[in-house]
């Protein structure tokens, strides 16, 4: 067999595991099974294009040219149609989960990429005390301090926020149990009963406002949250004389808001935060989630036990084990000698050995995450929409996708998925052409200049990989020179993550996870001009974010 087929075979392999789980995961974005969707809320419903920012045939049309859209669905076309066209990203692919797991425990991945301790059950008895292994360690304890999913994935064991989602993406309330709209620009949360901190404290609508102001307002906690835009055009939030709920503000409609909260917004203990300074809060855990911090070793390892007076039933396992390996050999290892339960990122290579093994399988799905290389637009050689549209055309994005990560990937020309509200599917990937990236670059006037790729280190499915094939292909033109710096995960991301512009590596390999389905909550964050964590500023671009966000999600 050819190494084609068998990467065929690999692929349909995958496939068998994950197409039912991408059905639930566009399921989840429409919001079929959502509470909001049947209380008459547009946050999860994705409708038909009524208003697409195409052509039918090819246009010659400029932006200005084009027709004003008329619905939020086309402005978010359209963002999309300006950020293929100006090229801030060389656009890369749709991540695919793949995890590996053991015999010992029942667990199915969710597209978000979340590992919820909470849905492990013992399959036998080695399965009640369930070691995690994944690429990367946590950044702090701190929930609200910030962006990475290896956090998530340790620090929402143990605290919650006011709305969840289930498996299939579906809203479900939490520390709520019920929301509403009284009128725009305000919305409403009927704070749960019974719910008590691992400390003994009860929950209170006082720690659930102070909670999404200290993310919103950095004057409010003491801190400046790298999470602000994850509830992007929350102001702030007050309790309700009289009633256990909280009033959370917005600037206008905000069409997405709870869509926001069910993704984002963990909620903490105010008088624990008051009384504790920032170290402490990163080494300690006081939530209402169900498992309760026994050990945490910085780096290392973080232990959890099974919280016993969780206000819903306790969790089936009685400990949860957080570790890391960068090398996805060694997590390998480490479930194939039952060191480990759940291990993720298996690459291609190892799936058929995985498979192999009596005590072991594969649980993967497509995920909600975008991999990418960011350009800086304000430095050069990025500063020129042309050399950034070279790099595009240098790049041999299908031979990537089928050779490094063996078509274990989806390719992609705009920041949104398919399947997400506002996905644009006219916008086509650029296709690999050296004498038209060498045109670009002796247009834009940087010929001869060399450029450095950072990329983290097993942070995501063969990034160092992908990175090595996309210097190695902008090396190969004749007036560009190209290399790659291979980087530890929480270093690089924490230069990404700090706010500021200048901080970022000039061109860095990053992976984005949007478990919103909405196109809004990528491009706000790393592309419009106030986003926390943007490489990238457009006038028209953030004009036409600022119309979508004024209006529904369906009209």
């Known amino acids: 067999m050819t190494d084609k087929e068998k990467a065929g075979v690999n692929r349909r392999r995958f496939l068998s595991f994950a197409g039912a789980a991408t059905a639930t995961a566009v399921a989840g974005c429409a919001g079929d099974d959502s509470p909001e969707d049947e209380g008459g809320m547009d946050d999860t419903d994705t409708p038909e ?25 086309g402005y978010l076309q359209r963002a999309n149609r300006v950020i293929h066209d100006q090229s801030p990203w060389v656009f890369l692919n749709r991540q695919y989960s793949v995890y590996g797991k053991s015999s010992d425990i029942e667990w199915e991945a969710r597209a978000d990429e979340f590992i919820d301790g909470y849905g492990i059950s013992p399959a036998t008895d080695n399965g009640q005390d369930v070691v995690i292994n994944q690429s990367q360690m946590d950044s702090g304890l701190d929930p609200q301090d910030h962006r990475e999913t290896p956090t998530d994935n340790i620090v929402l064991q143990a605290y919650e926020g006011v709305l969840d989602r289930d498996r299939s993406g579906a809203i479900m309330e939490k520390l709520a149990t019920d929301y509403s709209r009284p009128e725009d620009g305000r919305i409403r949360f009927t704070i749960r009963e019974g719910v008590s901190f691992h400390s003994g404290d009860d929950l209170t609508k006082e720690d659930v406002a102070y909670s999404i102001n200290r993310i919103v307002d950095p004057d409010a906690g003491g801190l ?42 963990p909620i903490m203990n105010k008088s624990w935060v008051e009384a504790n300074d920032s170290s402490y809060i990163n080494q300690n855990i006081d939530g209402t989630g169900p498992f309760v911090l026994e050990t945490y070793e910085s780096e290392v390892q973080v232990v959890f036990n099974r919280n016993d007076n969780y206000w819903r039933d306790a969790a089936d396992i009685s400990s949860l084990t957080i570790k890391s390996a960068s090398e996805s050999s060694t997590r390998v290892n480490s479930l194939l000698s039952g060191e480990a339960d759940i291990v993720v990122n298996v690459p291609p290579q190892e799936v058929s050995r995985v498979e192999n093994d009596d005590n072991a399988s594969i649980s993967a799905v497509p995920s909600t995450r975008v991999i990418f290389n960011a350009m800086r637009y304000d430095v050069e050689p990025f500063d020129s929409p042309e050399f950034r549209t070279a790099i595009n055309y240098a790049i041999d994005l299908e031979s990537i996708i089928a050779n490094v990560l063996q078509s274990f990937g989806t390719p992609t020309a705009q920041p949104t998925l398919e399947g997400f509200f506002g996905y644009n599917p006219d916008l086509e990937v650029y296709p690999q052409d050296q004498a038209e990236a060498e045109a670009l670059v002796e247009e834009s006037g940087y010929a001869g200049v060399e450029i450095e790729l950072h990329t983290p280190i097993g942070r995501y499915l063969k990034d160092v990989e992908i990175a090595q094939a996309i210097a190695s292909q902008v090396d ?35 992976g984005w996870g949007n478990e919103t389905f909405d ?34 999600s369906e009209q």
């Open 224 to 265: 400046a949250s790298p999470q602000s835009d994850q509830l992007a055009g929350v102001t702030g939030a007050e309790p309700v004389d009289g009633e256990n709920a909280v009033d959370v503000m917005s600037d206008g409609l905000n069409p997405i808001v709870f869509s926001l909260f069910a993704s984002y917004g």
């Open 476 to 510: 190969e033109l004749s007036n560009v020179s190209a290399s790659v710096q291979q980087r530890d995960f929480a270093t690089l991301a924490g230069e990404v993550t700090t706010g500021k512009l200048e901080d970022k590596p000039h061109w860095y390999l990053l």
């Open 49 to 73: 294009s009524t208003d697409s920012d195409t052509d039918t045939e090819p246009s010659d049309e400029t932006e200005t040219e084009r027709p004003e859209p008329t619905t939020r669905e």
């Open 519 to 552: 196109a809004s909550q990528t491009i706000i964050p790393l592309l419009t001009t106030e986003g926390a964590l943007t490489s990238y500023s457009n006038e028209e671009l953030d004009r036409l974010i600022d119309q979508a966000q004024s209006l529904p």
